[in-house]
């Protein structure tokens, strides 16, 4: 059954997965609109509600705002889940799981040389996350202010008091982890927008979408650089091996380590 959905075209049959679920392509405004969707909600989240917040939380240092930058970027990155729940609901009509998994691109990478899906084709997550990790330390340009520098809350005094035995600020990082690179940043933009941007960009929709996706970080403009260098360990072999599932493997690779890392201080 043919889809109907507002601002979209056909995409080239050549460039479509093969599936039973069809995949509407998504005009420059529409996409545009879906990015104002995810990055507007942070940077007010991350620049006016954070600060507001941060006068309510005690705490020495920057632990007042650490913790409302956590509740504030929690609440944006389950916003970004929210929504593409809500996007894929209205344009397939049914969030059952098997046409979710095709609509989002939620299924084992397929190599685009023998056609084998899953198995040793998991195996390239590997030299990614390599590379995603070099992506970030090379291209540091500008360092975050102290007071909103994860690693500084981390590494000071009043951070290690703060997290020694919170159990439940630990749950919540991790829900922020878990929506951050599974369940929103990625499953956003991989899994709902890079699959419908063919239409628009062709070939390059892959570079869009990484550019995008930099830009996207108004919360945590210093990132914004080694962000960019990101699609190439993410976006690209996303699309390759048209599977959301890489992009998503290499992106949590770091939420796995801090999550190790935070633990020790908490226990």
Do not use: C
Not at 117 to 130: A, D, N, Q, S, Y
Not at 158 to 179: H, Q
Request: charged share 15%; proline share 5%.
């Amino acid at each position: 059954m043919s889809v109907s959905y507002p601002l979209t075209a056909t995409a080239p049959r050549s460039d479509v997965a093969v599936s039973s679920v069809e995949i509407p392509q998504l005009r420059i405004r529409a996409i545009f609109a879906v990015w104002a969707a995810a990055a507007l909600p942070m940077a007010v989240l991350a620049w006016l509600v954070a600060p507001a917040l941060a006068d309510r939380f005690a705490g020495a240092g920057n632990v007042p705002m650490g913790k409302a930058l956590i509740v504030s970027l929690a609440i944006g990155m389950i916003w970004q889940f929210v929504l593409v729940a809500t996007l894929v609901g209205r344009e397939q009509r049914t969030l059952r799981w098997s046409t979710v998994r095709e609509a989002l691109w939620l299924r084992s990478p397929r190599s685009p040389r023998s056609g084998r899906v899953g198995g040793r084709v998991w195996l390239i997550v590997i030299p990614l996350i390599v590379a995603f990790t070099f992506a970030q330390e090379a291209v540091a340009l500008v360092a975050a202010p102290d007071d909103r520098n994860f690693a500084t809350l981390l590494e000071s005094d009043a951070g290690k008091a703060f997290l020694d035995g919170a159990v439940g600020w630990y749950a919540l990082i991790l829900v922020m982890f878990l929506f951050n690179t599974v369940l929103g940043e990625e499953l956003l933009f991989r899994g709902y927008l890079l699959p419908r941007m063919n239409g628009a960009f062709g070939r390059g929709d892959w570079v869009a979408n990484g550019v995008l996706f930099a830009g996207y970080h108004l919360h945590v403009p210093w990132a914004i650089p080694g962000t960019l260098l990101e699609m190439f360990t993410t976006a690209y072999p996303t699309k390759r091996y048209r599977s959301a599932w890489i992009g998503i493997a290499v992106h949590s690779a770091q939420s796995v380590f801090l999550g190790i890392l935070i633990l020790t201080l908490v226990f």
